[in-house]
């Protein structure tokens, strides 16, 4: 009984923090350290969205440089007629912020029947008894 009575009087008179409760305690200083690293962290993103930023306002001006480079290039050479089968619109190429149309990838049926038909069939992967990457024991010598 003496025992039981010093543990309830030891629980009793520990000092605990404002919560009173040791748990409670550590789950509010673990989450003021989770805090701190999200801070850090926030920090960090921002920093790279900030350079990610820069790069591409640099590639961008870049991008059309040499675009504008290859429009006078294909003016050029439309004096001696060469004439693009593609039209350029610089100022639609380096709006990056417009959604593209469709980011899908071609499917097989959007294909016609002729380059569908010009399809390989891939080579027979089957092993055949002239391979030696069996290790055959007379190849061996």
Known sequence: VADLERETRTAVLTSKGPYASNAAD???DE???LS?????SLGTVV???NNMASFLDEM?????EIV???LKMEEFMGQYGFQSTTPVNLD???NWDAPEECLAP???GEFGEELIENVEEPADMSIHETDTSRGDKDTQG
Request: hydrophobic share 45%; net charge negative; charged share 35%.
């Open 36 to 40: 701190r690293e999200i801070e850090n």
């Open 47 to 49: 920093e790279e969205k």
């Open 31 to 33: 989450a003021a350290a």
């Open 106 to 108: 071609a499917a097989a």
């Open 26 to 28: 550590q789950m509010r």
């Open 60 to 64: 961008k001006v870049q991008f059309g």
């Open 68 to 70: 504008t480079e290859t």
């Open 92 to 94: 639609e190429m380096l």
